[in-house]
Antibody
Framework: QVQLQQSGPGLVKPSQTLSLTCAISGDSVSSNTAAWNWLRQSPSGGLEWLGRTYYRSEWYNDYAVSLKGRITINPDTSKNQFSLLLNSVTPEDAAVYYC?????????WGQGTPVTVSS | DIVMAQSPLSLPVTPGEPASISCRSSQSLLRSDGYIALDWYLQKPGQPPQLLMYLGSNRASGVPDRFSGSGSGTDFTLKISRVEAEDVGVYYCMQLIQTPLTFGGGTKVEIK
C-alpha cells in the first residue's frame, strides 16, 4: 500500500523559504511509471498544481510558470522522498500543501500541510 | 494555460436520483494515443482529493460503478447513476495534457 507522509513547518515568515518533504512508502521515487507532485489549495478552495519530479532514465522536473522561478522540487533517492522549496514567500502563498503520486491519476495523496505566512 | 470550467457550481441532489457534472476545457484534451487527458476527483471535508476517474472514463480502484465519465475533445461529463449520501463533497476535473496541470473550480454536491 502506497503512503505519502508530509513533514515541514506550518509557519513561514514573509520573504523566507517554505520547505516541505514527502516521504514515500510502498513505491519508489525513482519509479519509471510515476510522477511525484506538489499541489496546494488556497483558503478559497481552489486547487493549484505547483510542479513535479519524475524519473525516466534521467530526472525531469516541471514547474508552474506562475511561481516565477521560486520553486524547486528535489528527489532524494537515499531517503525515498521528495521535497518542495518555495522561496520569497508572501501571504498569497498561504494554503494547504499536498504531495501526490500520479500514476494513471493522482491516486495517493499526503495528508496535507496547512501553511501560514506571517511574521 | 488550459482553462477548465465546471458547471454547475452547486448541485443539490436527492439520494437515489442521478446527477451530472460538466467540465469544459479551453483546448482539446485528446492525446495522440486516443486517450483523454482528464481526471476527476472528489474532495470530502477535511480530506485531500481522492481520485475517481482517470483518462476520462476509467474508474479508479475501489470507485463504485455508479460513477462514469465520458466526453471528447473539450466537453466532459461525470455522471452518478444513483446518488448516495456518501457522494457529497466537491468534485473537480483536472487536465493533464500539458503543464501546468489545471483544475476546474469545483462542483459542490450536497443532499437536498
Amino acid at each position: 500500500q502506497v503512503q505519502l507522509q508530509q513533514s515541514g513547518p506550518g509557519l513561514v515568515k514573509p520573504s523566507q523559504t517554505l520547505s516541505l518533504t514527502c516521504a514515500i512508502s510502498g513505491d519508489s521515487v525513482s519509479s519509471n511509471t510515476a510522477a511525484w507532485n506538489w499541489l496546494r489549495q488556497s483558503p478559497s478552495g481552489g486547487l493549484e498544481w505547483l510542479g513535479r519530479t519524475y524519473y525516466r532514465s534521467e530526472w525531469y522536473n516541471d514547474y508552474a510558470v506562475s511561481l516565477k522561478g521560486r520553486i524547486t522540487i528535489n528527489p532524494d533517492t537515499s531517503k525515498n522522498q521528495f521535497s518542495l522549496l518555495l522561496n520569497s514567500v508572501t501571504p498569497e502563498d498561504a494554503a494547504v500543501y499536498y504531495c501526490a503520486r500520479d500514476r494513471l491519476g493522482m491516486g495517493y495523496w499526503g495528508q496535507g500541510t496547512p501553511v501560514t505566512v506571517s511574521s | 494555460d488550459i482553462v477548465m470550467a465546471q458547471s454547475p457550481l452547486s448541485l443539490p441532489v436527492t439520494p437515489g436520483e442521478p446527477a451530472s457534472i460538466s467540465c469544459r476545457s479551453s483546448q482539446s484534451l485528446l492525446r495522440s494515443d486516443g486517450y483523454i487527458a482528464l481526471d476527476w476527483y472528489l474532495q470530502k471535508p477535511g480530506q485531500p482529493p481522492q481520485l475517481l476517474m482517470y483518462l476520462g472514463s476509467n474508474r479508479a480502484s475501489g470507485v463504485p460503478d455508479r460513477f462514469s465519465g465520458s466526453g471528447s475533445g473539450t466537453d466532459f461529463t461525470l455522471k452518478i447513476s444513483r446518488v448516495e449520501a456518501e457522494d457529497v463533497g466537491v468534485y473537480y476535473c483536472m487536465q493533464l495534457i500539458q503543464t501546468p496541470l489545471t483544475f476546474g473550480g469545483g462542483t459542490k454536491v450536497e443532499i437536498k
